[in-house]
C-alpha cells in the first residue's frame, strides 16, 4: 500500500514506522496477551509507558526538574480555559496578545474568570503579522501574559520569545512545539494540543513552572485544578492511556531521528521549499503573511480565484496530496509541514503546484 501524502491541520501525519509499531502491539503489547488500551492505567504496564513517555519529553525538549509535565484529556482549548482559573485571582488582569484564529478563542475562554486585557491584537490587519511589539500595552500587576505560538489557520509565528518581565508568559504551543529548540526557562507555562507534532487528538501536555503550582487561583474542582493533576501524576481520573501511549512512540521517534536540532533543519528546508514555490510564481500562488511572521508549521496561500482553489485541492487529492483546503475562516489552501512530514511531501506538493501552474495559469 502506498499512503499519501497527508497536510492535514491536525489531528495530523503520524510517523509511518509509529503507526506500524502501534498496529503491531495492538493485539499484544510486550508479550502480555493483552492490548495496552485493555490496560489498567495504574498497572505496572502502563505506568512504565506513562513514566517513560514523561522521560523522553523532558529529554527532547530539555525540560528541567523545576517544571512539572502533565498529560491531560481534552485538547488545548480546555486548558484555556483552565489556565485562568488555576493561575489568575477572581477579577484579576491577564494580558492577551493575539496574533490569530486561537489567540482570539484563548481571549473568549479566558473572560468568563478574568478580566482580559488585550494588550496587542492584529485583527485590523487580517493577522497578517505579529502585533508590533513597541505597541504592546502590558499590565504590570497581570497574573500572566497569554501568546499563541504558531497560529494554524493564518499562518503567523512567533520567531522570538518576548520579553515580559517578572510576569509569567504562557504559550499556546499545540502547532509548533517540538519542531525547534526551545527554551522552556523562557515560560511559566507552555501547553499543546497533542494532535499536530505530538501524536494523536485527545490528548494534551502541559508543562508548568513549579512555583506558579502554588497560585492560590480561583475556586475550582480536583478535576480542574492543575495541582491536583500534579500530585497524582496525570491520573486523577483515567486518562487517554491509548493517545498517551501513542504519544510516547511519537517521542522515541523524534529522538531516534535526532531530536528537536534535527527537526529544525528539516522544517525549515520543508518550508523554505513550499514558501519558495509560492514567491516564485509570479503571484499565481499567494501568500499574505509578513515574511517575518511566516510559520514554519502552516502555510496558507491563494489561487487567482476561489474555483481555482476548489480545483487544485481536488487535482491533488487525485494525485495523493490530501488535506490542502485552507481552514473555512479565510479559505484558500493551507499545508501544514510537521515534524511527521517527511522532506518528499513537500517536494512532491511543489511539484503539483508548478504543474497545476503551467495547466491552468
Do not use: C
Not at 491541520?9 to 503520524?14: E, F, K, Q, S
Not at 491584537?121 to 487580517?126: F, H, T
Not at 494523536?200 to 492543575?226: C, K, N
Not at 533543519?265 to 501568500?287: C, E, H, M, P, T
Amino acid at each position: 500500500m502506498t499512503r499519501a501524502f497527508n497536510f492535514s491541520a491536525g489531528p495530523a501525519t503520524l510517523p509511518e514506522s509509529v503507526l506500524r509499531q502501534a498496529q503491531a502491539e495492538m493485539l499484544d503489547w510486550h508479550g502480555t496477551g493483552a492490548s495496552i488500551v485493555e490496560m489498567s492505567h495504574r498497572g505496572a504496564e502502563f505506568m512504565s509507558v506513562a513514566a517513560e513517555a514523561e522521560a523522553d519529553l523532558r529529554r527532547l525538549l530539555d525540560i528541567p526538574e523545576d517544571y512539572a509535565v502533565l498529560f491531560l484529556s481534552g485538547g488545548a482549548t480546555t486548558q484555556q480555559a483552565l489556565i485562568p482559573l488555576n493561575f489568575a485571582a477572581q477579577g484579576q488582569r491577564a494580558d492577551y496578545v493575539v496574533s490569530g484564529h486561537w489567540g482570539k478563542t484563548a481571549v473568549k475562554q479566558a473572560g468568563v474568570y478574568v478580566d482580559v486585557n488585550i494588550a496587542a491584537s492584529s485583527e485590523a490587519n487580517g493577522y497578517r503579522e505579529l502585533p508590533a511589539r513597541a505597541d504592546w500595552q502590558l499590565s504590570p500587576d497581570a497574573a500572566y501574559v497569554h501568546i499563541t505560538a504558531n497560529e494554524t489557520i493564518h499562518g503567523v509565528e512567533f520567531r522570538d520569545v518576548p520579553d515580559t518581565g517578572n510576569v509569567p508568559l504562557i504559550a499556546d504551543f499545540s502547532s509548533s512545539i517540538a519542531s525547534e529548540p526551545l527554551d522552556v526557562r523562557r515560560y511559566g507555562v507552555i501547553y499543546a494540543g497533542a494532535q499536530k507534532n505530538l501524536g494523536p487528538v485527545g490528548i494534551a501536555v502541559m508543562i508548568i513552572r513549579r512555583d506558579l503550582l502554588e497560585r492560590s487561583g480561583q475556586p475550582r474542582a480536583d478535576i480542574f485544578d492543575y495541582r491536583s493533576h500534579v500530585a497524582r501524576d496525570s491520573m486523577l481520573n483515567t486518562p487517554p492511556t491509548w493517545n498517551w501511549y501513542l504519544a510516547g512512540l511519537v517521542f522515541k521517534w523524534m529522538l531516534a531521528e535526532g531530536g528537536v536540532a534535527e527537526f529544525a533543519k528539516r522544517n525549515a528546508a520543508k518550508a523554505a521549499l513550499v514558501y519558495g514555490a509560492i514567491d516564485g510564481s509570479g503571484g499565481f500562488y499567494r501568500n499574505e503573511v509578513a515574511h517575518a511572521a511566516r510559520s514554519r508549521m502552516n502555510i496558507p496561500f491563494f489561487l487567482p480565484d476561489a474555483e481555482l482553489d476548489a480545483r487544485f485541492v481536488a487535482e491533488a487529492k487525485a494525485a495523493g496530496l490530501l488535506a490542502l483546503k485552507g481552514h473555512k475562516v479565510v479559505g484558500g489552501i493551507r499545508a501544514s509541514l510537521y515534524n511527521a512530514m517527511p522532506l518528499a511531501g513537500a517536494e512532491a506538493l511543489v511539484a503539483f503546484m508548478a504543474d497545476f501552474q503551467q495547466r491552468h495559469g
